[in-house]
């Protein structure tokens, strides 16, 4: 299990110097129905003809990589960047010791 804290001194490209950043986890948004792949997949399924591209089954990974997101704490900065940390199966985060 990996427990993170909920604020981290880092550096921010923005200030140009070491600032405490606030740390949330990283989610996927919704997938775009209008996505080069997604509406040329939705096309090329309409109409009769059953399944037209392999659906995959062989999924190997049973974690994924998680990805926080650090916000810096100064007022006027607030600038924001990802940062990837191993695979877990258990995450917290600002969770007690």
């Known amino acids: 299990m990996v427990n993170v804290p909920q ?6 490209k ?11 986890q990283f989610k996927k948004g919704n997938n775009s129905l209008y996505a080069q792949g997604k509406h040329l997949y939705d096309r090329k399924q309409n109409g009769y003809g ?7 089954r062989k999924k190997a990974k049973t974690s994924k990589k998680i990805v926080l997101r650090l916000e810096c704490f100064e007022p006027n900065c ?3 960047r990802m940062l990837t940390i191993k695979r877990c199966k258990h995450f917290e985060l ?4």
């Open 7 to 12: 604020t981290h001194l880092t550096f921010c």
């Open 14 to 24: 923005k200030c140009g110097k070491h600032q405490p950043h606030k740390l949330t």
């Open 50 to 56: 059953g399944q037209t591209k392999p659906v995959f």
């Open 78 to 80: 607030r600038s924001e």
């Open 94 to 97: 600002g969770g007690d010791k």
